[in-house]
């Protein structure tokens, strides 16, 4: 009876629909002849597609035989290989290497695959492991269970994770002492303030950006003690929209220096401060830049919003254990930090943004770390 | 034409359509779209591994799309699916790690602890509708953001401040070394027997029970079912529950089985709002939705492969792959295309 029911109700219900349309376009009619021929072409072209198909996977399966020696590929977390951030700045780093080894891109030299979400990391590392690259990099902390399964299962295949740290005998972990970086970040911002108001838009609220804020709020402090940071997560890594937003309040509260460490959500800090200056060009705004140089994000006409960046020179760590690996050196169950000291971490020229006298306040800050003299908080209060 | 032969050739000739428009897509933007498609086929069938984490795709994907096509059935439109799922990825993400029981419990409590957490976040909606009819879509939307926040809220709480929450106990597992190795070291999990189980309990309660007969003619006519002597606010609470339950199993998948735990999210998870898709394309019938939730999951893992093995960019596969499953939607067209060009031929 139940079936009876629901079938009588939806059969009735289309054929009422069939009919009113009929009763509308009878002189459509031919139209329906029309489409049906272009299927039926779909048809025969999509029976010749699958044979050529076929030829072509055999000349593929072929081809992957020849190798170079050595070769290299990334996977992207979510915020893609061409967040004018952290994942390109990985990427970078493994173009130049595969420059200097005249190596190609694609199989037997070096790739990257991004990721759309987290599901994608496992298989994305997978993909790459199977087309026989000898060093795959998870670029990203999100990414470390991924590496740590895959690893355990595939061990004849190396593997680095940047900013996370697992430990198995074939991947080696990178970390950067972001804090101090971001230290001098914060002693460049705490100088050149007007309004005394200073602004930090930070990604997800996971160890790697909390040491950002907390190197940047000590170095705030080192200057000018009683500035308190304001500081804000967006909770996401490619939410430009959340970055605009944050940015957009602070600079409306009168902040007038940001430093973001939000990946891809950080161009939208960027882009506020863009149209401020537009609007004004006397307007006192500036964006500290993250991971790479990102002054070309801060162009407005002549003007510039991008006061310096905080290098994370994740291209010179992939290119190091890249190197390592390649001379069979590879740092398989250790982990490399990166700090001031090894050129990992540094601020990117600012093209006269700063003046000399401030710059040089900020060296003596790099030196005194460098040095071990003042040890920069690697967690937020 | 009979109408069976219509009802296979109507997706055939959608899907031959949305490969071409594809093709011509790819075409246009200088790709090889043959290249492509083999990578897109490859990526879905080409070896043990892709297959494993194909129908790893896919369960997530049945049990969404039940939630929203049994929830239609009852006349509402549960878009909280979304939410629901999250909310059942946690409990069952917790449950799982923070007890130590045998497995024959474990598994079991687990799965029911995700499905109960969909429900009550299905309950709210449901409650409100009934009693003040609030419109459930407006709810349940709304139910999605509370659901993000508040999951990422309890993951901090739970792991003391981290940003993901522990592994699950192994007996609290849906994975298996079986299932894994057989595919080579996928992901692939029991999940898919509890989403197809729950195919034919959905089938069953909807076609067997007096409650499904209850729920389905309220869905038709709340007005003549109250006059029937239906109580109609019943039967809608209950339809939000149990598709608020479906969806926090959906959930359960991801914990129990392809993630092992749960992390802080920046967004939504999008399996719950592909489940309206595979709940439409499926004609909102249990058997339905099995095949929209392998076209979306076959896709959707799949596609991974296109910029994988054929460098075409992400991008440009995202608008292949929505141009095959718009063309699949919208079958219908092709159906009346169809009649017409039978009827011709009936006329000469």
């Keep these: 009876?139940?079936?009876?029911?629901?079938?009588?109700?939806?059969?009735?219900?289309?054929?009422?629909?069939?009919?009113?349309?009929?009763?509308?376009?009878?002189?459509?009619?031919?139209?329906?002849?029309?489409?049906?021929?272009?299927?039926?072409?779909?048809?025969?072209?999509?029976?010749?597609?699958?044979?050529?198909?076929?030829?072509?996977?055999?000349?593929?399966?072929?081809?992957?035989?020849?190798?170079?020696?050595?070769?290299?590929?990334?996977?992207?977390?979510?915020?893609?290989?061409?967040?004018?951030?952290?994942?390109?700045?990985?990427?970078?780093?493994?173009?130049?290497?595969?420059?200097?080894?005249?190596?190609?891109?694609?199989?037997?030299?070096?790739?990257?695959?991004?990721?759309?979400?987290?599901?994608?990391?496992?298989?994305?590392?997978?993909?790459?492991?199977?087309?026989?690259?000898?060093?795959?990099?998870?670029?990203?902390?999100?990414?470390?269970?991924?590496?740590?399964?895959?690893?355990?299962?595939?061990?004849?295949?190396?593997?680095?994770?940047?900013?996370?740290?697992?430990?198995?005998?074939?991947?080696?972990?990178?970390?950067?002492k972001e804090q101090e970086g971001a230290f001098l970040a914060g002693v460049a911002?705490?100088?050149?303030?007007?309004?005394?108001?200073?602004?930090?838009?930070?990604?997800?609220?996971?160890?790697?950006?909390?040491?950002?804020q907390a190197g940047f709020e000590a170095g705030v402090a080192a200057v000018k003690p009683d500035i308190k940071v304001d500081v804000q997560y967006t909770g996401a890594f490619d939410k430009a929209e959340l970055g605009k937003a944050a940015a957009g309040r602070m600079y409306s509260s009168g902040v007038d220096i940001i430093?973001?460490?939000?990946?891809?959500?950080?161009?939208?800090?960027?882009?506020?401060?863009?149209?401020?200056?537009?609007?004004?060009?006397?307007?006192?705004?500036?964006?500290?830049?993250?991971?790479?140089?990102?002054?070309?994000?801060?162009?407005?006409?002549?003007d510039n919003v991008t006061l310096t960046s905080m290098l994370k020179r994740v291209d010179v760590a992939v290119q190091d254990i890249s190197n390592l690996a390649k001379e069979g050196k590879f740092p398989g169950g250790e982990t490399k930090v990166y700090g001031l000291h090894d050129d990992g971490v540094t601020l990117a020229d600012s093209r006269g943004a700063i003046p000399e006298d401030v710059l040089k306040q900020v060296d003596d800050y790099a030196k005194k770390i460098a040095d071990g003299e003042i040890e920069v908080p690697e967690f937020t209060k | 034409?009979?109408?069976?032969?219509?009802?296979?050739?109507?997706?055939?000739?959608?899907?031959?359509?949305?490969?071409?428009?594809?093709?011509?897509?790819?075409?246009?933007?200088?790709?090889?779209?043959?290249?492509?498609?083999?990578?897109?086929?490859?990526?879905?069938?080409?070896?043990?591994?892709?297959?494993?984490?194909?129908?790893?795709?896919?369960?997530?994907?049945?049990?969404?799309?039940?939630?929203?096509?049994?929830?239609?059935?009852?006349?509402?439109?549960?878009?909280?699916?979304?939410?629901?799922?999250?909310?059942?990825?946690?409990?069952?993400?917790?449950?799982?790690?923070?007890?130590?029981?045998?497995?024959?419990?474990?598994?079991?409590?687990?799965?029911?602890?995700?499905?109960?957490?969909?429900?009550?976040?299905?309950?709210?909606?449901?409650?409100?509708?009934?009693?003040?009819?609030?419109?459930?879509?407006?709810?349940?939307?709304?139910?999605?953001?509370?659901?993000?926040?508040?999951?990422?809220?309890?993951?901090?709480?739970?792991?003391?401040?981290?940003?993901?929450?522990?592994?699950?106990?192994?007996?609290?597992?849906?994975?298996?070394?079986?299932?894994?190795?057989?595919?080579d070291f996928s992901t692939l999990h029991y999940g898919i027997f509890v989403a197809l189980a729950m195919v034919i309990v959905t089938w069953f309660i909807l076609e067997k029970t007096k409650t499904g007969y209850e729920l389905k003619s309220v869905g038709f006519n709340d007005h003549a079912s109250q006059y029937a002597g239906m109580n109609v606010n019943k039967n809608i609470i209950l339809a939000m529950v149990i598709s608020g339950a479906f969806a926090g199993l959906g959930g359960a998948m991801e914990a129990l089985g392809t993630f092992g735990n749960m992390t802080n999210r920046g967004g939504f998870t999008g399996i719950g709002f592909d489940g309206i898709a595979v709940a439409l394309l499926g004609a909102n019938s249990p058997l339905g939705v099995i095949f929209g939730a392998s076209l979306f999951g076959s896709l959707k893992y799949g596609a991974n492969n296109m910029p994988n093995a054929a460098n075409i960019p992400l991008e440009i596969v995202s608008i292949v792959i929505a141009l095959i499953i718009f063309f699949v939607a919208s079958g219908y067209i092709i159906r009346v295309g169809l009649q017409r060009l039978a009827k011709k031929k009936e006329a000469k």
């Design chain 2, 1 to 183: 034409m009979s109408n069976k032969v219509v009802n296979i050739l109507v997706p055939v000739i959608s899907i031959i359509l949305g490969l071409i428009v594809g093709a011509i897509v790819m075409l246009v933007s200088g790709y090889d779209p043959v290249a492509g498609y083999i990578a897109l086929w490859n990526g879905i069938f080409g070896d043990a591994y892709a297959i494993g984490e194909t129908i790893r795709q896919i369960s997530p994907y049945i049990l969404a799309g039940l939630a929203v096509a049994f929830a239609f059935r009852t006349g509402l439109f549960n878009i909280g699916v979304e939410g629901q799922l999250m909310v059942g990825w946690f409990a069952a993400a917790y449950v799982g790690s923070a007890f130590e029981l045998p497995m024959i419990i474990h598994l079991p409590l687990s799965l029911l602890a995700a499905a109960v957490a969909g429900a009550l976040w299905g309950l709210i909606p449901g409650i409100l509708k009934a009693t003040l009819r609030v419109h459930e879509v407006i709810v349940t939307i709304m139910m999605n953001y509370i659901a993000l926040h508040t999951v990422n809220a309890l993951i901090k709480a739970v792991s003391g401040g981290g940003y993901k929450t522990e592994k699950i106990q192994p007996t609290a597992s849906l994975r298996s070394d079986f299932l894994s190795q057989l595919t």
């Design chain 1, 259 to 302: 430093f973001h460490a939000a990946g891809g959500s950080g161009n939208g800090v960027f882009t506020e401060a863009k149209e401020r200056k537009k609007a004004d060009k006397d307007a006192y705004v500036w964006v500290i830049g993250v991971d790479s140089d990102q002054y070309e994000e801060g162009k407005v006409g002549d």
């Design chain 1, 1 to 176: 009876m139940p079936d009876t029911l629901c079938k009588t109700f939806s059969t009735s219900h289309k054929y009422q629909i069939i009919k009113n349309r009929e009763v509308h376009t009878v002189s459509k009619r031919k139209y329906g002849l029309a489409l049906s021929l272009v299927l039926a072409a779909g048809t025969i072209l999509g029976a010749c597609g699958t044979d050529k198909d076929k030829e072509k996977d055999n000349n593929t399966s072929s081809s992957g035989g020849n190798q170079s020696e050595f070769s290299v590929a990334m996977v992207t977390d979510v915020g893609g290989v061409d967040d004018k951030s952290f994942n390109q700045s990985a990427w970078e780093g493994i173009q130049q290497f595969g420059k200097d080894n005249e190596m190609t891109k694609g199989d037997g030299g070096f790739d990257y695959l991004q990721s759309k979400d987290e599901s994608d990391y496992t298989s994305n590392l997978n993909a790459l492991t199977r087309r026989d690259f000898n060093l795959v990099f998870g670029v990203g902390f999100l990414m470390e269970d991924a590496i740590d399964t895959i690893a355990s299962q595939q061990t004849e295949t190396n593997y680095a994770i940047i900013d996370g740290v697992v430990d198995q005998p074939n991947v080696a972990s990178i970390l950067f």
């Design chain 1, 189 to 212: 911002a705490a100088l050149m303030t007007k309004s005394d108001k200073i602004g930090f838009v930070g990604g997800m609220e996971i160890p790697v950006i909390e040491r950002f």
